[in-house]
């Protein structure tokens, strides 16, 4: 199974760009990869996913690296409203679908 | 995307006792899931379930413990058996698959006493 690498914590200026890393060396040709936020006590929420190019939606951008071994999700303007933990995790290449969440990045978005 | 409703959204329970979380979804799914969040931790996935056949369960998660149906497309539910304090956690369903993304529902906080 492709593992992935997430910073634990980050800080943001509210306004400012918050850019979350992610290694996932391991990727294999096929697997995609998806942010989930989660906001204290809620479900977690979808953000962005993305299998080799570059994505953007309302809430984010993902910038994929070329060799698929990292990613970055970019929330363009951080809000407090954007406090959470996010989550990049690979897609387990396998029949069921299923959805394997790592560690996370805390990110905590400041006045 | 689907919408996934989740009850109940919390319960205390004893220890020894049987709590069933229900996840209803709005609309037909192949893919459901069942995850542990324990205090400050990650999800933790607990099994899949296909309707019309058994759940698979992931490591550390057996069914005497963890019993789960599946009876249609659009409903699932999850047994937490024998409760211990231990077994304090938040309770999350989901459904999706890889092509399509994954909704979650907005999970049950169970503690047990």
């Known amino acids: 199974d492709a593992k992935t690498t997430q910073p634990t914590s980050m800080d943001c200026a509210e306004g400012r760009a918050a850019n979350l890393p992610c290694n996932h060396s391991t990727i294999s040709g096929n697997e995609y990869v998806y942010w989930y936020r989660q906001i204290h006590s809620q479900g977690p929420q979808y953000i962005i996913h993305?299998?080799?190019n570059n994505e953007t939606n309302e809430m984010a951008s993902l910038i994929i690296t070329e060799d698929r071994k990292s990613s970055t999700l970019i929330l363009p303007h951080a809000t407090l409203r954007d406090t959470a933990v996010y989550y990049c995790i690979v897609r387990v290449a396998t029949h069921t679908d299923k959805l394997i969440f790592g560690t996370g990045t805390r990110l905590q978005v400041f006045p | 995307s689907a919408v996934i409703s989740q009850k109940p959204s919390r319960d205390i329970c004893q220890r020894g006792t049987s709590l069933t979380i229900q996840c209803q979804v709005d609309?037909?799914?192949?893919?459901m899931f069942w995850y542990r969040q324990q205090p400050g931790q990650s999800l933790t996935l607990i099994a899949t379930?296909?309707?019309?056949?058994?759940?698979?369960?992931e490591s550390g998660f057996v069914i005497d413990k963890f019993p789960i149906s599946r009876p249609n497309l659009t409903f699932s539910t999850l047994t937490v058996s024998n409760m211990s304090p231990e077994d304090s956690s938040i309770y999350l369903c989901s459904e999706g698959t890889a092509d399509h993304g994954y909704t979650f529902g907005s999970g049950t906080r169970l503690t047990v006493v």
């Open positions: 609309s037909q799914v192949t893919m």
């Open positions: 993305g299998l080799k």
């Open positions: 379930a296909n309707q019309g056949s058994e759940a698979t369960y």
